[in-house]
């Protein structure tokens, strides 16, 4: 159908046009995506057989919907590709507020409208773009902001008494008629303004400063909500729950896997950072890691979440923290090192809420712990497990490598030295690059260099080696040589 052609009521009609509900049209739309087995919901990952297929089930049954889960969990961007599932272009009776459907008119003005013109009645076309309207829950939402309230203003203009019901001055959800209307943040909304969404929901009915009006408005609900506001900020009201069809629970990524995914293609980057900035696959896997260790770790606290913007930003102040090093030396390559990721604890405690919030534990330290976690974590998977206890034959494949520092005074490894230094600095640890080749021969250059610095690092949390931070960089010793010089 050529929308640009059709301009009358008479020519809709004459078209074939049948008008449906936007709930029948999402319904429609989506029927045909999965007989064709398309993605509906693209760039989301780790929902494929958790959430979205429960949203595609509330979408069949349709349903209003209310998408649980706290936050960063992709509950906006779930409900904003929705828009996909809309018809492109639909009918509207032009001049209408609320998108008036030409053969079901609700609002006095298209009734008239058509009544007085028939065939004649002007028609505008609507894309799908401007079929979504969202709203963030805040305390100061009034009834008059969402549902609507008597304007004195057209009433003077229009010499009408406050009787006359053109009088109204719609709202935001009368004016998403035929839309999909989001709510984020649902128990943020006060509990008097949720009451005035029951009757909508349920009957179409809306009430303004005495209006009683019947206005069938036709909308897909979708809300959002964060679990942890049921108890700290407010909560849904128990008859607007019932009347919301499909509550919908989402999840954090379960896989290191899915979250690298998420991270670098929601990762904020300049094409010369990237180019600038080599980074091993063992970075990106601890860079996870740490958002992982923080929704497990006590001083935390679990009900306001770690958001996957956790990740996200401190990948991008990984990089930043490379970049810089590499700007200052005035090299055009560089190559990620563990110690830049002490340029990602801005990026943390800006993204987690403690517990003890400044009684035991300050956000930076708790930072410093995550990531330490994270490497503890992920070195059993590269090298043999350390026990805390070991047997007296026993012979550690470690046990070379803490030798040679034992023998030294201190090996020190500096933020801004260049990679050749870097590297020389490293391959002077022979124990280090034997352990290496024996347990990972295939590595590559560009990735053995971090490997051999995560390894000390992966000895200092199991308590085999110390490490001491330094104005410029770090220091490494033997665990109970530096107790013995610190006496």
């Not at 004649?120 to 100061?140: G, M, N, Y």
């Not at 930003?313 to 990984?318: G, M, P």
């Not at 055009?332 to 800006?350: E, K, V």
């Not at 070195?379 to 490598?401: A, M």
Request: aromatic share 10%; net charge negative.
């Amino acid at each position: 159908m050529k929308v640009e052609t059709i301009k009358t009521l008479g020519q809709l009609k004459s078209a074939g046009y049948q008008s449906i509900s936007i709930k029948e049209e999402l319904r429609k739309n989506l029927r045909i995506k999965i007989s064709n087995r398309e993605n509906t919901f693209t760039g989301i990952h780790g929902y494929e057989h958790t959430v979205i297929p429960e949203l595609e089930r509330a979408i069949l049954s349709q349903h209003n919907i209310n998408l649980l889960g706290l936050r960063g969990q992709a509950k906006t961007r779930l409900a904003r590709q929705m828009i996909h599932l809309l018809d492109e272009w639909i009918p509207v009776v032009t001049g209408s507020e609320i998108n008036d459907d030409p053969f079901n008119p609700i609002s006095r003005f298209a009734t008239e409208t058509i009544k007085s013109k028939g065939d004649d009645t002007p028609i505008s076309w609507l894309h799908r773009s401007e079929r979504f309207v969202e709203k963030l829950a805040t305390p100061d939402v009034t009834v008059a902001d969402i549902i609507g309230d008597v304007d004195p203003i057209k009433a003077a203009n229009l010499k009408l008494s406050y009787a006359d019901d053109r009088v109204i001055h719609f709202g935001m959800i009368p004016r998403a008629n035929r839309s999909i209307f989001v709510i984020n943040e649902l128990p943020d909304l006060q509990a008097r303004i949720q009451v005035a969404l029951f009757n909508i929901l349920q009957e179409g009915d809306i009430q303004i400063r005495g209006f009683k009006l019947r206005l069938p408005l036709d909308i897909q609900f979708v809300f959002t909500a964060n679990p942890e506001d049921y108890t700290n900020r407010g909560s849904i009201v128990t008859p607007l729950k019932d009347r919301i069809g499909s509550q919908i629970l989402t999840h954090y990524p379960e896989t290191i896997e899915i979250a690298r995914t998420i991270t670098q293609q929601e990762a904020q980057l300049d094409k010369r950072q990237t180019d600038l900035v080599y980074v091993p696959a063992i970075a990106k896997d601890l860079l996870e890691q740490i958002s992982f260790e923080a929704r497990e770790s006590e001083f935390i606290d679990h009900k306001s979440g770690i958001s996957a913007r956790m990740s996200i930003t401190a990948y991008e102040n990984l990089l930043s923290t490379a970049e810089y090093r590499a700007l200052q030396l005035g090299v055009d390559r560089t190559s990620l090192r563990l110690s830049d990721f002490i340029g990602i604890i801005p990026a943390i405690t800006g993204k987690v809420e403690l517990v003890y919030e400044g009684e035991q534990e300050g956000a930076s330290s708790v930072a410093n712990s995550l990531i330490g976690e994270a490497i503890k974590t992920l070195f059993v998977e590269y090298f043999p497990k350390i026990e805390k206890l070991e047997k007296e034959d026993y012979e550690s494949p470690y046990q070379e490598l803490v030798a040679w520092f034992f023998e030294q005074s201190g090996f020190e490894l500096l933020d801004e030295i260049s990679d050749k230094e870097y590297k020389d600095k490293l391959d002077s640890i022979k124990p280090l690059k034997d352990l290496i080749k024996k347990f990972h021969p295939d590595i590559s250059k560009e990735d053995r260099y971090f490997m051999m610095e995560f390894t000390l690092w992966g000895l200092v949390e199991f308590k085999k080696l110390s490490k001491y931070r330094l104005s410029e960089g770090f220091s490494f010793k033997d665990l109970y040589g530096s107790y013995i010089s610190g006496l």
